[in-house]
Structures are given as structure tokens and as C-alpha cells.
């Protein structure tokens, strides 16, 4: 076996669990209009990044009832104050940390648990139209409640505003291929997801564009996500943007210099920019964007500084000439973005560095990538909790 683009330079011929070099776009083509005969889905739309069928038809192994839990009061408000205390984003005041955690805390459980549940409807046998009902009708309600469209008070706010959209979106994209939903209910969920990424594209659309730097590449997963939520082929063109500016930005060292100025939290905010960049390139690629391979392939040169640091933390810091804080909370995007990275390029040295820590999961990146990516035996092996 090929090592993946981490360790090898010839990455147009590695092997893949995704299959073959791509056919021919015509193929291609004729190949979704025949494979795609879900309720939500048309042979045209925008895909997502997951392959929701092929792992139901996998995993669908339990057979117990699905109670459908009430959805909590939508949060339309967001009041979330800063935390860090100085210019380069680095100093942390662990009192404001933990009072944001806590305003921030409605936010993490809503998406956590719809997250949750278009996990559980790959896994679920019978009753998974209990499953993915519930999950629309949690969407459902906070569109109708105008969520996260309210006074958003701070750049924290409007940060966790974006990985939440991130999240939602992504849960329903990976219901569309098997769930049924009315009419008016889709139009009113596909119509909030549209208006919340137009406002965070009003609030990103203020950055001058040299000051992008991981914000934007989460904004452009939302945008992803929200493009194959909705079927806008336009509004993933403009994520691929914040993709193409991020690998602009990576310098022959692999490192992304924006956040090469978070001084000590330079290796943590490497690895929280990772992480949604390959997810955005899953998508280009099911969508018929080159982006891995853009720029020369420069997210390679990422990803390699970043598994090498995990392996060894004093590369990282010989890069950048100063010590690393290791902050445990990042241990998930740390990890987490290996599983669609390893689908698509095999590499044993990547795969040992991740089975000891699987199943990962985050509900910003879409809830368990292992249950989304991993081989079918890893993937056979999670057991989902609930998180109540």
C-alpha cells in the first residue's frame, strides 16, 4: 500500500476507500442520476460529506424503539463575552472561559444532540423514520422560533453562531439520502439555514481579508454545509474561497503564519484550522473540486506538521522557536479530522496514531466521523451514548 500525501509526494495514484481516480465527468453524472432516489435528495443537489446510504446499508443494527425527546426553548439571543486578554489571542482569563462555557452551553447541547441523532439513524434498523422525524422536528422548531437570528452581542457570539450552523447543517445533510420530510416543514428549515448563513456572512464579510485566518475557515464548513443543506451550488463556490485563501496561506513549512501569532497556542490553532478544512475538501471533491490537491496540494503540508507534532511536539515548537501549551480540550479537532483524511488516503502511521483514540466525534465537524469514515469494522465497533 501507498503511503498517504503525508508521507509521500505521489499523491494522484494512492489507493482509496472511496474508490478509483474519478470517472469522467459525464460518468459521473449518469451515475448519481441513477444512484440518488432518496425523498430529499434529486440527482443535482449539492452533496455533503458524507456517503449516508452506503453506511446504513452497513450499519444499520439496532432495533430498539426511538422516543422522540422535547426540544428545548430555541436560543435566539447570543450573548457570549471574549476571553482572551490580549492582542495576539493567547492569554486566557479562566474566569471569563468558564462564564463563556457556561452562556455558550444551550448552543453545544442543541447541536450535540442532533448531531447525535443523524448518528443514531445510521445505526438504526427499525423505527429510523422515528429517529430522522425527530431530528426535523428539533430543526423544525427552532426555525420556526427564528433561532440564533436575534441580537448577536460579541465576535464570540457570532463565532458560536457559525459552528452551530455548522453542526445543524451537517446533521441534516446526513438525514436528506433517508429521511422523508413535508414540504412546508423542509421549505421553513432550508429557508432559516439560508438566512443564518447570509447573516454570518454579513458579520465575516467585515474582516479585510488579511485578517483571515480560522474563523473563516470554519465560516466556509458552514457555508459547505449549508450549500449542500440547500442545494446552492453558488454559496459552495464562496466556501471553496475561504478553502483556496487557507491554502494560500500554508508557507512551504506548513505552517499557516495567521496562526503561527497565537504564540504558545500556535500547534492548537494549527489543528483547529486542519480540521475544517478537510471536511470543506470532502466536500469540493464530492462535488467535483479538486481541493485537496489544490495549490500543489498544500493542506499536505499541513496535516503533515500537524500528525507530526502529535507525534512529536517538539517539531512543532522547533517551527515556530517557542514552547507549545497543550490545551486537552482540542484533543477532538486535534484527532478528529484523520478519519475522513485516512478514507481518502490510507497511511498505517496515521491509522496508528488514531485507532487508540476512536470513536472520534465533535458535533461542529458533524457529530462521530468514525461512524461517518472509518472502516466498517472501527465503525461497527462504536457504541453511541446519548448525550443527555
Same mark, same amino acid.
Given at each position: 500500500m501507498r503511503l498517504s500525501p503525508v508521507a509521500v509526494a505521489d499523491r494522484s495514484r494512492l489507493p482509496s476507500r472511496h474508490g478509483a481516480a474519478p470517472a469522467p465527468a459525464a460518468w459521473r453524472l449518469l451515475f448519481c442520476m441513477v444512484a440518488a432516489t432518496a425523498p430529499l435528495s434529486s440527482p443535482a443537489e449539492v452533496k455533503g460529506p458524507f456517503d449516508t446510504r452506503d453506511r446504513v446499508r452497513q450499519l444499520a443494527r439496532v432495533d430498539e424503539p426511538f422516543t422522540c425527546p422535547r426540544p428545548p426553548a430555541a436560543v435566539r439571543d447570543i450573548r457570549i463575552a471574549e476571553y482572551y486578554t490580549d492582542q495576539a489571542y493567547s492569554i486566557v482569563d479562566e474566569k471569563r472561559r468558564k462564564d463563556a462555557d457556561r452562556s455558550a452551553g444551550p448552543l453545544h447541547r442543541y447541536a450535540r444532540k442532533v448531531t447525535w441523532? *443523524?448518528?443514531?439513524? @445510521?445505526?438504526? $434498523?427499525? =423505527? $429510523?423514520?422515528? /429517529?430522522?422525524?425527530? +431530528? /426535523?422536528?428539533? +430543526?423544525?422548531?427552532? &426555525? !420556526?422560533?427564528?433561532?440564533?437570528?436575534?441580537?448577536? !452581542?460579541?465576535? +464570540? *457570539?457570532? =463565532?458560536?453562531?457559525?459552528?452551530? @450552523? &455548522?453542526?445543524? &447543517? +451537517? &446533521?441534516y445533510v446526513a438525514i436528506k439520502p433517508t429521511a422523508t420530510v413535508g414540504t412546508e416543514r423542509k421549505a421553513a428549515i432550508e429557508r432559516w439555514l439560508r438566512r443564518l448563513a447570509g447573516e454570518m456572512d454579513g458579520y465575516y464579510a467585515t474582516w479585510r481579508r488579511d485578517s483571515w485566518n480560522n474563523h473563516v475557515y470554519w465560516q466556509g464548513l458552514a457555508e459547505a454545509a449549508v450549500a449542500a443543506a440547500v442545494d446552492d451550488r453558488r454559496l459552495l463556490e464562496k466556501a471553496a474561497e475561504k478553502y483556496r485563501h487557507a491554502v494560500d496561506a500554508i508557507t512551504p513549512e506548513g505552517l499557516l503564519p495567521k496562526e503561527v501569532a497565537r504564540r504558545d497556542k500556535a500547534f492548537g490553532y494549527h489543528a483547529f484550522s486542519l480540521a475544517p478544512l478537510v471536511l470543506l475538501a470532502e466536500i469540493g471533491e464530492r462535488n467535483g473540486m479538486a481541493l485537496y490537491e489544490m495549490r500543489g496540494g498544500a493542506i499536505h503540508r499541513l496535516a503533515h506538521v500537524v500528525t507530526q507534532a502529535m507525534e512529536e511536539a517538539a517539531s512543532f515548537e522547533r517551527l515556530v522557536g517557542g514552547r507549545q501549551e497543550v490545551d486537552p480540550r482540542g484533543k477532538v479537532w486535534t484527532l478528529a479530522w484523520l478519519e475522513p483524511y485516512l478514507a481518502r488516503f490510507p497511511d498505517p502511521r496515521l491509522e496508528k496514531l488514531l485507532a487508540p483514540h476512536r470513536p472520534v466525534t465533535h458535533e461542529w465537524l458533524g457529530g462521530n466521523l468514525t461512524l461517518h469514515f472509518a472502516t466498517m469494522d472501527a465503525a461497527r465497533a462504536v457504541r453511541l451514548t446519548d448525550p443527555r
Open positions: 441523532m *443523524a448518528d443514531r439513524a @445510521l445505526v438504526q $434498523r427499525e =423505527h $429510523r423514520a422515528d /429517529v430522522t422525524g425527530c +431530528l /426535523v422536528r428539533w +430543526l423544525g422548531e427552532w &426555525a !420556526d422560533d427564528g433561532a440564533m437570528l436575534g441580537e448577536i !452581542d460579541g465576535p +464570540l *457570539a457570532q =463565532h458560536y453562531r457559525k459552528w452551530t @450552523l &455548522a453542526s445543524i &447543517a +451537517l &446533521a
